[in-house]
């Protein structure tokens, strides 16, 4: 058995991905530190914001730090930017500190962030990849739902204490290191044709396909289409008098229903193979149609909210999937980091969008709620036009 098959490896791989969303972790201490440090509600939420900003740019930037530092080194250099940046606000009490902190937090998120994918691309094939990259995306969002809690019971010794969970980075550096091989070194030494035992041999690009960036435009439709469910839900719970706690449950279970997509994505490509991709369109079009007809209904809404997350699971790793056709492998964190931007400016853009759309559709309101109402069946009925094209196009292929 190759040392990266090894279940210590995989999950000392895997580990790496449990930091990247913590980024939101300490929101619940926003208020205190509003408080504490004498700033506004605004300028306390820039912190929790500003860490996505700077991990685009770092996304990006990442591709040419593992040129050349290599991927292993690279990603230490990330964690350990995270662990002594993540821990700063514990020791200062300085708003314009913190803030610079945070940036650097950001930064170092960015510049593993590609390589958590790509390093999968290197190090494993045919099934075992497919489990791997869901499981990957599983623990991001077990990662998010496990150190907010835990920033929450650090809340009770104060906004301080908060920021001691991204002391967490050093023990999964360390792990990670001791146990993860260099995938450079394995990069010069498998730069042939790859084989998988449980398909046919796939054809190694040589170049980067132009199909990259197709999917880095995909991928912002999908986030799109997620966040604009996400963060309209409770604004739709609001009009029909929900107590804010089921409304905070819900989602919490919404993260729940994402991290079974991920978990399950090795099994269902396993089914489905190319297909995959249709499944989860077809299912985040369903989501759409139940909260799009939910009206006054909650328990409908519920099930389209907690619906998205499943799907969104399913086609991420899909996606990624595919990079190790679409370019060679030492340009696999160049592409990853490619789509990682794609998802990123989905996430920026998705208020504007929808509110765009919605204003085309005749609604002139400025309600998050009306807007989401008003361009959820546009997206449903786009999500299912992908589905048929993606469709036809795989049974074309397969030919």
């Known amino acids: 058995m190759q040392s990266q098959d090894k279940w210590l490896t995989k999950v000392a791989f895997l580990s790496i991905s449990f930091m990247l969303t913590s980024a939101y972790a300490i929101n619940g201490a926003l208020p205190q530190m509003t408080r504490a440090l004498g700033v506004t509600a605004t300028q306390a939420q820039a912190l929790a914001t500003t860490p996505s900003i700077v991990v685009t740019v770092f996304v990006l930037l990442s591709a040419f730090i593992a040129a050349k530092l290599g991927d292993k080194k690279t990603i230490a250099l990330g964690m350990l930017l995270v662990g002594f940046a993540g821990v700063v606000p514990f020791f200062i009490s300085s708003y314009p500190v913190i803030l610079v902190s945070r940036m650097v937090l950001g930064a170092g998120f960015g510049i593993f962030n590609s390589l958590a994918v790509s390093m999968i691309a290197v190090m494993y094939q045919g099934q075992t990849r497919a489990t791997m990259l869901g499981w990957r995306a599983a623990v991001e969002q077990i990662g998010q739902a496990v150190l907010t809690f835990i920033a929450g019971l650090l809340l009770n010794l104060g906004w301080h204490a908060t920021f001691l969970v991204y002391l967490l980075a050093f023990p999964i550096l360390y792990l990670f290191y001791l146990r993860v091989p260099d995938t450079s070194e394995m990069l010069a030494h498998d730069q042939g044709s ?63 229903a994402a991290m079974l997509g991920g978990i399950v994505y090795g099994a269902i490509q396993k089914l489905f193979g190319r297909f995959t991709l249709q499944v989860g369109l077809v299912l985040m079009a369903l989501s759409n149609f139940l909260v799009a007809f939910s009206n006054q209904n ?86 299912l036009v992908l589905a048929v094209v993606t469709g036809f196009t795989n049974r074309q292929k397969s030919r």
């Open 298 to 383: 909650f328990m409908l809404l519920t099930v389209g909210v907690l619906l998205i997350g499943f799907p969104m699971q399913l086609i991420s790793p899909f996606i990624f999937s595919q990079l190790p056709q679409l370019a060679p492998l030492k340009k696999q964190p160049l592409v990853t980091s490619i789509i990682l931007i794609g998802f990123n400016v989905g996430v920026f853009i998705e208020p504007f969008i929808i509110a765009m759309l919605s204003g085309w559709l005749g609604n002139q309101t400025n309600n998050a709620a009306s807007a989401a109402y008003t361009t959820m069946p546009l997206l449903a009925v786009t999500l």
């Open 194 to 256: 790859e084989k998988v035992a449980d398909a046919k041999p796939v054809q190694q690009a040589t170049k980067i396909s132009p199909t990259v960036g197709v999917l880095a435009l995909f991928a912002a439709f999908l986030v799109i289409d997620y966040m604009a469910i996400q963060l309209s839900f409770p604004f739709m719970a609001q009009r029909l008098g929900v107590n804010g706690l089921i409304v905070s449950t819900i989602l919490s279970l919404m993260l729940v």
